[in-house]
């Protein structure tokens, strides 16, 4: 499986964007999210970028007040699962243009749609940022 | 550059009327972001979904406006509401013709429903239209849809077109295409079991993207048959050397490196592909020295390749230049100032040893130092890593700093998992009884009621069993030892259900074995017990079985037995016990202190909880009493064999409840064939862990289970490999014990006398062996290995095997041991004399070759000792080790304060939390650009307040004005 699920977090532990790779139900996330939540953004910023929870890891990142968040199978490259994220930040960035948390939560959609396109199953399948844009942006021409 | 981009972004969505949607929306995301406290958010949201269902039962919502509901409905669920009220609109949404419509459709309906949500059904057959699009934008959408929303039912509606769209002529079709299958094959993979030709045609594929994408699923299908793929590894090879030498288009670079994703997932199947398989392995070596070599070293993602190397060169077959290269890597990433990639080199040094055990030695320090170190994930990785070089010279200090750790978390879960590790190698690895029962005691008092009842069980036999020698003063010293560990522990509030099971057992079996303390001294402890655990019927049983025997042990001794009132009174309030068991156990207790001294001697024999009771399964003794009865006319016996239909109850009539019970559980379970000894009769209690209060039950019952619970002594080495266990826990169940505790038992079995100690010495030797093979085979010659088995084997179980001779190289080993042996009389003192004995912890915790242990030996300070297991290197890299930490600690609590004043939401309390997000942000930053080595030029853009200014008087013209602006909002990611 790989990625289990995505999160975006502000700085108060606001949830700005979830995305699951595996179906959980609304309780299960209510339940899930404030308790990763709470574990990671009570580390100081010299730990490792890595939790474990239950059987299985969080990886996560910070950028200015916002906090992306990766829970991976235990046998994901944990290195990698970080790199990952920030080319998540620069594909995002190279959209919109110095992104920040509003920018996110204005285009929410499209977001969720970068996501799809580099994430499926739990995998990740697309690195190329012009190959995961290029959809988007023939849809805006679109509209 | 920058700033016409700014500004034409900013006319784009002026264009749009802001950013193209409403302002009821702007308002909304303005609200949630300025939100201050998770009320505030429930309060908008709650709100928000009122307004949201009177939205839409208005008639013809337009369909821009619609999409702008769905968008509004994510964000209801995804701050943790239900928004079901809405999903048939997001349904709805996916039959509409407009590609972004539809996509958010597709979006939404896949984050709100499960693939089995009854409205699926409703959009299979959209997704089946979109597949036959000619847009392949729509073919895309609904491929990520498929991926989401099909499940193992569904999969054939759509099967075949996704097969077809593997040949599509867009790359970004065949991608999606190919995953959908992937997905598939996950959800049920014998749907696609005659489509894996297609995996590997897909590997061919011209884009990079669509064969980096089949890497996935090919990744899934090795991981479960690696052989069946073997003739790609020279496929797998080509493409990692190609990627390697710069071949993939430069827009797969990250970093400056090539598409370092993909060489990660192929090393990881090239990992899988030479596991065990020297031809294979040897054809990756090139590529792989080539990776070691070329990757950068500076950044964090060439080191998640570097890592990904280690974990391949550990799995395939060794190779002694790719070894070296990796030893480097790891003490690169040991000696870092990062904490990630000290965490790496931890994991990979784990893997490593098992090949080269020698590298662990010169990383001693680092690894003691993340051991100390504050950080959680560190320090279990850690544990981690030490639980994978234990062994009987170290066990003791790592076991000790596992149970250290365990007491201070709260976490149940990572405390169970630490518990049973700790039981795990000090049932390994213990030194001595007497080590292993003070362990025992530890874990059961902090986590007992997390551990497996199995390990109680253990427990209970060795203190049962002792050494099993010879040596009858030592086996009592160690009761006496565990007897008055117990008097002290059993006053503690609080403690588990099955520790307390045990110190009954133990107090109640040997409580006045020694003379040093009486009677009533003990069983006014066991009437506390029971009473302080009023609710346990366990605990009860075990208390009041045990005051049983102690008193059953002052008959038989001819001493006059003074029945405490308080138990005297237990047993009234037992005897009226909704519980049958418990009211039994009275009765029985009842019965036995009115007996004589040679009847209750036969009944109880004292000491013999180990003794082993032979059967006669004839019941010959009955002969008489049977013949009397047929010749009274009675019916005569049908073997139950013989009897047609379901077990009749009725049989055991005259037996109470609960044994019928248990006897028609058993008749279920133990049919398996095995081979039946009838000599040795081990009677053993299989169910014993559903099962926690031993109950007397008539032999009949045992008979039935015996052909299963007795492994033959050769069967023991071979097919119990992984069971031990289980294996043990049959030789040790109840009976064992409960034979005493029960004189039905006893009574109305004829009973002659072996020892299981020989079947169970043979059958422990053999499986410990194995066990000690499985974590030493790689990395200890095999002459090394069989010593350790037999102290392991001696100092647990003891035996035969204790006295023989032993390479000189284990001397010290064996010395020690036998001091613990022999010194570790005194239960009080036993802490200290544990922490003496061992006087070079720190080398042995890290000692692979015997070599260096039995050199380092500095008699330093035993209090130094008790700190831990620094001792190795001098004193004075102690104290700086220790100075250091101390100086880092404020810093953590400073970053520590920062997020609950962030928190406080007044505009002054923003100002400082916004200073130190800039502190951060450079902090990042600068990361950042040193791994991007100032390549991607884009992120030397700096934080930019013009930007966020920008924005928000962008945000005041559409009409929201901030009434409280929250900086934050407005700030670049990326800096």
Known sequence: MGIRFILMV???????????????????????????????????????????????????????????????????????????????????????????????????????????????NGCIVETNKSSILAPIQLMDKMN | MEQLKTIGRELAMGSQGGFGQ?????????????????????????????????????????????????????YVEMLG????????????????????????????VSLFLSDDHDLIILIVNTIQKDLRSDNYLVVCAALNAVCKLINDETVPAVLPQVVDLLGHPKEAVRKKAIMALHRFYQKSPSSVSHLVSNFRKRLCDNDPGVMGATLCSLFDLITIDANS???????????????????????????????????????????????????????????????????????????AVLYECICCVSSIYPNPRLLEQAAQVISRFLKSDSHNLKYMGIDALGRLIKISPEIAEQHQLAVIDCLEDPDDTLKRKTFELLYKMTKSSNVEVIVDRMIDYMISINDNHYKTYIASRCVELAEQFAPSNQWFILTMNKVFEHAGDLVNVKVAHNLMKLIA??????????????RSSAVES????????????????????????????????????????????????????????????????????????????????????????LSASHSTDLQQRAYELQAVISLDAPAVESIIPPDASCEDIEIDKNLSFLNGYVQEALEKGAQPYIPENERSGVLDISNFGNQDHHEALTHSLRFEAYELPKPVMPSRVPPAAVASSTELVPVPEPSYARETRQPASLPSASDAGSSELKLRLDGVQKKWGRPTYSSSASPSTNSSSSTSHKTTNGVTQVDSVGTSNSKARDTYDSRRPQVE??????????????????????????????SKASTHTSEKSQAPKAAAAHTEVNREPAPDLLDLGDSTSSSSAPAIDPFKQLEGLLDQTDVASNVNHGTAGAAKTPDFMGLYADTPVSGLGSSVGDLLPTNRDEFNLTSELSNATRTAQGGVTQFNKGPNPKDALEKDSLVRQMGVTPTSPNPNLFRDLLG
């Open chain 2, 229 to 303: 793929f073997k003739d790609l590894v020279v496929s797998f090879v080509s493409i990692l050397k190609q990627v390697a030498e710069r071949r993939l288009p430069k827009a797969y670079d990250y970093h400056q490196l090539p598409a370092p994703f993909i060489q990660i997932r192929l090393l990881k199947i090239l990992a899988l592909l030479g596991s065990g398989d020297k031809q294979s392995s040897e054809q990756m070596y090139t590529v792989v020295g080539d990776i070691f070599r070329k990757c950068d070293s500076s950044s964090n993602i060439g080191n």
């Open chain 2, 465 to 478: 069993e002792g050494f099993g020698e010879d040596d009858d003063n030592a086996d009592s010293q160690l």
């Open chain 2, 785 to 814: 290995i069989s010593p350790e088995k037999q102290k392991l084997a001696s100092s647990l179980f003891g035996g035969p095997s204790k006295t023989e001779k032993r390479p000189s190289s284990a001397n010290h080993k064996a």
């Open chain 2, 81 to 108: 509401h239900d928004g079901s009220f809405a999903y048939i609109h997001a349904v709805k949404m996916t039959h509409d013709d407009n590609l972004l419509l539809k996509r958010t459709g597709y979006l939404a």
């Open chain 2, 22 to 74: 409403s302002k009821e929306f702007l308002d909304l995301v303005k609200s949630i972001g300025e939100a201050r406290s998770k009320a505030e958010e429930e309060r908008i949201v709650l709100l928000e979904i009122e307004t949201l269902k009177r939205r839409l039962s208005e008639p013809d919502i337009p369909k821009r406006k619609m999409k702008e509901y769905i968008i509004r409905l994510v």
């Open chain 1, 10 to 120: 502000n700085k108060q532990g606001q949830t700005r964007l979830a995305q699951y790779y595996e179906y959980l139900t609304l309780e299960e996330r209510r339940a899930l999210e404030p308790e990763i939540v709470r574990k990671c953004l009570a580390r100081a910023e010299q730990q490792c970028s890595f939790v474990e929870h239950r059987n299985y890891k969080i990886v996560y990142r910070r950028y200015a007040s916002l906090f992306f968040l990766v829970g991976v199978d235990n046998d994901e490259n944990e290195l990698a699962i970080l790199e990952f994220i920030h080319l998540l930040v620069e594909t995002m960035d190279r959209h919109f243009g110095n992104v920040c948390e509003l920018d996110i939560m204005f285009h929410l959609e499209k977001a969720h749609f970068m996501l799809e396109e580099m994430v499926m």
């Open chain 2, 486 to 573: 117990y008097l002290r522990i059993i006053g503690e509030p609080k403690l588990p259900s099955v520790f307390l099971q045990v110190i009954c057992w133990v107090l109640g079996e040997y409580g006045t074995a020694d003379g040093k303390y009486s009677a009533s001294y003990i069983t006014g402890k066991l009437c506390d017990v029971a009473e302080a655990y009023s609710n346990d019927e366990s605990v009860k049983a075990y208390a009041v079985t045990a005051i049983m025997k102690i008193y059953a042990f002052e008959i038989s001794a001819r001493r006059k037995v003074d029945i405490l009132p308080e138990c005297q009174s237990l047993v009234e309030e």
